[in-house]
Structures are given as structure tokens and as C-alpha cells.
């Protein structure tokens, strides 16, 4: 499967984002899905995902100012994030599907090319 990610910019703090990770094909009924980011000079981490029964989960660094949906009519995720931070700033990457392994979910699908957020005044 192919994925691309969109919507990232330049947002002031405070303000809001949708990223959006289109799939090339149908993937709702399969496996789960991934919201990962990278800053520069740390690690990618995983910010939310979605399984195939709709349930999400967030990183604390983003729980209640994240939101996941999706458009299963255009194999769309979408990430809404409010209240937006500096440290927020990141590409953000969509990885599907993630591998259920001992009791955690692993990046081990493929990555869309990435999307740039940038949190500054």
C-alpha cells in the first residue's frame, strides 16, 4: 500500500493543523494505523493510532489536543491537532500496517513521504 501524507505547515502557537494520510487502497477492516513524528535531532515517535475496530490511542505529549477520524470512502486518516506547541514541530509520517508484537504496535508497514509542521510565532 502507498501512502501519502498532507496538511502540515507553518502555524502559530495555539493554532490548528488536519494532517491527512491517503492510502491507495482500503485498509480500515485490516490492521491499525500510525501518526508517527520526527524532530530534528530525536527519535521518531509514535504521536496516535487507530486500529482496524476504530479504537485510538495518543501519546500523552498530545492526548486531548489530538483527534484521529477517518474517511474509510477515501481510505483517508486524518489527525486533527489543536492548541499547537513548538514542540509539536516534526515531520509527521503515516505507517501502515503496524505489526501487533508482545503486547505493542511496531512501525513495520510502510511510511508515506512525510509532512512538515512547524510551530513558531
Known amino acids: 500500500v502507498q501512502l501519502q501524507a498532507s496538511g502540515g505547515g507553518l502555524v502559530q502557537p495555539g493554532g490548528s493543523l488536519r494532517l491527512s494520510c491517503a492510502a491507495s487502497k482500503s485498509i480500515f477492516n485490516t490492521d491499525a494505523m500510525g501518526w508517527y513524528r520526527q524532530a530534528p535531532g530525536k527519535q521518531r515517535e509514535l504521536v496516535a493510532m487507530?486500529?482496524?475496530?476504530?479504537?485510538?490511542n495518543y501519546a500523552d505529549s498530545v492526548k486531548g489536543r489530538a483527534t484521529l477520524s477517518r474517511d474509510t470512502a477515501k481510505n483517508t486518516v486524518y489527525l486533527q491537532m489543536n492548541s499547537l506547541k513548538p514542540e509539536d514541530t516534526a515531520v509527521y509520517y503515516c505507517n501502515f500496517p503496524l505489526t501487533y508484537y508482545s503486547g505493542s504496535y511496531y512501525p513495520w508497514g510502510s511510511w508515506g513521504q512525510g509532512t512538515q509542521v512547524t510551530v513558531s510565532s
Open positions: 487507530i486500529t482496524s475496530s476504530g479504537s485510538t
